[in-house]
């Protein structure tokens, strides 16, 4: 085999291995970090801000896109010291959301004790938890127009 000059410097295979391995830890804490990227009055992702709504012994984060939405919103949910912490964790292309109404049903037992009793918040970017409104006795007629997943 001809002897071809090394692009790679091997004295500088251990550092350069080094740095590679702190990114790939660094990108997957902050990936994997349990923080809102999105708040719940950026207009650019809500038209109407987050809410819970009741009726009929269910509950739904309830939620409707701006006029200008071309995104579709994943939500994450989680239970936190006695409370229950929703998030939007990412966007989609979707096309046209444009004033869709999303609701998400909730299900799990647990949230659903901690939502009865009012103990339900929406994370912020910066880590602070705003308290998401409950609406008792919603109209969920309008859910016929809108996107219902449950998810929670």
């Known amino acids: 085999m001809p002897n071809l000059p090394s692009i790679i410097n091997h004295n500088r295979l251990p550092r350069i291995a ?70 939007l964790v990412a966007t989609s292309s979707s096309g046209n959301m444009q004033g869709h109404l999303q609701a998400e049903e909730i299900t799990t037992p647990r949230k659903l004790q901690y939502i009865a009793n009012r103990q339900v918040y929406w994370q912020e970017p910066d880590g602070r938890l705003l308290p998401l409104v409950v609406v008792a006795n919603a109209d969920t007629a309008v859910f016929r127009l809108g996107v219902v997943r449950g998810v929670h």
């Open 18 to 87: 080094a740095i590679i391995g702190i990114m790939g830890c660094c990108t997957t804490v902050g990936c994997s970090l349990p923080r809102s990227g999105f708040s719940m009055t950026d207009s650019r992702y809500f038209g109407t801000p987050p809410q819970v709504w009741q009726a009929n012994g269910h509950s739904y984060l309830v939620f409707r896109y701006p006029a200008t939405s071309c995104f579709f919103a994943l939500t994450s949910s989680h239970v936190v010291k006695d409370r229950v912490v929703f998030r």
